[in-house]
T-cell receptor, first 114, second 111 residues
Framework: AQRVTQPEKLLSVFKGAPVELKCNYS??????LFWYVQYSRQRLQLLLR??SRESIKGFTADLNKGETSFHLKKPFAQEEDSAMYYC????????????????FGKGTLLTVNP | NAGVTQTPKFRILKIGQSMTLQCAQD?????MYWYRQDPGMGLKLIYY???????DKGEVPNGYNVSRSTTEDFPLRLELAAPSQTSVYFC??????????FGSGTRLTVV
């Protein structure tokens, strides 16, 4: 079974401070990890995929297979980063669509204070 | 290219009523998914489809039905609405190794 754990429901930081949103996962095969962001009452938007290894809006995330983690980091938080962040996991192919199902963590609400 | 379109955006239902949440995508994606989002619970998969004519249950399918007669459309049906189905519903599509595209959501309240 695949599982994603985001241990923090709420995270509050001040503008300019570093931020780290934690994500741990459980999966028996080779997972694909994502971070999605949801601004107030909007649709989910893809922030990062571990495969692409890029930095979006100053955020980065590294897949650590030894620790089964995919923590999201940003060195200097901005007020516009305030949003709900979801870590999600998907299998990498295989038969049918079941391996492409996204399993979400429960989300972390990030608040960046001025 | 509109992506994933969901209608309606908002709906209030009375207990026992039925409705269909519409989802359409114009990207020719084979894989489509329905999720519900509840506060503090993240998103849970209701049903998914790997192509026209093929659907399967997700994590929380009870009280819902789906059909996939075309590649573009993946409607979600609620037959007898219950207060526990008050939620925000998101439809998504994906093609192979590419990322998911989500719709803007349908906010449903059952009273």
């Amino acid at each position: 079974a695949q599982r994603v754990t985001q241990p923090e429901k709420l995270l509050s930081v001040f503008k300019g401070a570093p931020v780290e949103l934690k994500c741990n996962y459980s999966y028996s095969g080779s997972p694909e990890l994502f971070w999605y962001v949801q601004y107030s009452r909007q649709r989910l938007q893809l922030l990062l995929r571990h495969i692409s290894r890029e930095s979006i809006k100053g955020f980065t995330a590294d897949l650590n297979k030894g620790e089964t983690s995919f923590h999201l980091k940003k060195p200097f938080a901005q007020e516009e980063d305030s949003a709900m962040y979801y870590c999600a996991l998907s299998g990498q192919g295989g038969s049918g669509g079941s391996n492409y199902k996204l399993t979400f963590g429960k989300g972390t609400l990030l608040t960046v204070n001025p | 290219n509109a992506g994933v379109t969901q209608t309606p955006k908002f709906r209030i239902l009375k207990i026992g009523q039925s409705m269909t949440l519409q989802c359409a995508q114009d990207m020719n994606h084979n894989y489509m998914y329905w999720y519900r989002q509840d506060p503090g619970m993240g998103l849970k998969l209701i049903y998914y489809s790997v192509g026209a004519g093929i659907t399967d249950k997700g994590e929380v399918p009870n009280g819902y039905n789906v059909s996939r007669s075309t590649t573009e459309d993946f409607p979600l049906r609620l037959e007898l609405a219950a207060p526990s189905q008050t939620s925000v519903y998101f439809c998504a599509s994906r093609e192979g190794a590419k990322g998911y595209t989500f719709g803007s959501g349908t906010r449903l309240t059952v009273v």
